[in-house]
């Protein structure tokens, strides 16, 4: 049974963004049960030439699960959000 739950990101802006696992629940960052914190936020630096990763979204995720987060910019020392995404466990 093949189950992924690796996920790749490629920033080709001008800023750098952070990731920020969410959940309605706990809030964010989201920080799965027996992960560490630091897998909480997925720092991608600007211009990135190729994609960053393999990201692990934690090490209980389960098949067909959905899991959501923010893209936050930072600029000049100041965060922001510039949206969001989910991505769904194979």
């Known amino acids: 049974q093949r189950k992924t739950d690796q996920v790749f990101f490629q920033n080709n802006d001008s800023v750098t963004y952070k990731l920020v696992w969410t ?9 799965a049960p027996n992960s560490p914190p630091d ?3 997925i ?3 600007a211009f ?3 994609p960053s990763g393999p990201w ?3 090490d209980q995720a389960k098949s067909g699960q959905r899991y959501s ?3 936050m910019s ?3 020392g100041k965060t922001s959000r510039a949206g969001s995404g989910t991505v769904t466990v194979e």
């Open 43 to 45: 720092t991608l630096t």
């Open 23 to 31: 959940d309605k629940n706990y809030g964010s960052p989201f920080i």
């Open 74 to 76: 930072v600029k000049d």
């Open 39 to 41: 897998k909480g936020t």
């Open 69 to 71: 987060f923010d893209i």
């Open 48 to 50: 990135a030439a190729q």
């Open 56 to 58: 692990k979204v934690h």
